[in-house]
């Protein structure tokens, strides 16, 4: 089964410093790729996602981010962050094969900024 | 449009006592999911549905939980008896059947089992 990993599980950055969060995914086969973001009590909301075409995807709010497929990667940046982008990020994976719409998700990583 | 529809919203209820919890998808999206959501386990799929049928329950912790989708337009994730251990914020979400379409959350359950 394919797997999903966010190596950093707690950010916290100051604001306008640059965010890098990582995301890899256990998949050799054709993915579909998602962020999506938690703010505070609220549910989960798409940032971005990546069927195909450019590797290097934009998505709401000045976040971008860019697939590498001989890395199985797919890390979100956004080059100043602000203190409203404190919130909880996933990324997921959809596998292609077999049909169907299924996503696994990692297991988030909080950023908090600071003022 | 209306997103998905989750109620009640926050639940707390004595160990021992049924919960159920409903859900509404948006319309005309044929695929329902059932995630939940804890600090300890993070965002785990329980169930999910296609045309109302039920695909994948791999993720259905233990024989207290059950999940029905009597019609296009209604779901429900039933957990009796209730323990602390269940305590969690459980989503529905649902999207279009191609794949890779986005999946639409709703805004949770908040369970408290005391």
């Known amino acids: 089964a394919q797997s999903v990993s966010q190596h950093n599980h707690h950010v916290i950055l100051s604001e306008a410093a640059s965010l890098e969060l990582g995301c890899n995914y256990s998949?050799?086969?054709?993915?579909?790729l998602f962020w999506y973001v938690q703010y505070p009590g609220q549910h989960l909301q798409l940032l971005l996602k990546y069927f195909s075409g450019d590797p290097l995807v934009k998505g709401i709010k000045g976040f971008e981010a860019e697939f590498i497929k001989s890395k199985f990667s797919f890390n979100l940046r956004k080059p100043s962050v602000q203190w409203s982008d404190t919130a909880e990020y996933f990324c997921?994976?959809?596998?292609?094969?077999?049909?169907?719409?299924?996503?696994?998700f990692g297991t988030g990583t909080q950023l908090k900024v600071e003022l | 449009d209306a997103g998905v529809i989750q109620s009640p919203r926050h639940e707390v209820t004595e160990m021992g006592q049924e919960v159920t919890l409903r859900c509404k998808p948006i319309s005309g999206h044929d695929y329902l999911f059932w995630y939940r959501q804890t600090m300890m386990r993070g965002l785990e799929l329980l169930i999910y549905f296609n045309n109302n049928v039920p695909i994948d329950d791999s993720g259905m912790p233990e024989d207290r939980f059950s999940a029905k989708m009597p019609n296009a337009s209604f779901s429900t994730l039933k957990i009796q008896p209730s323990e602390p251990r269940d305590s969690a914020v459980y989503f529905c979400a649902s999207s279009l059947s191609l794949p890779g379409n986005t999946i639409y959350f709703g805004e949770g359950s908040w369970l408290t089992v005391v």
């Open positions: 998949y050799g086969g054709t993915v579909n």
């Open positions: 997921a994976v959809n596998i292609l094969t077999g049909g169907g719409n299924k996503l696994t």
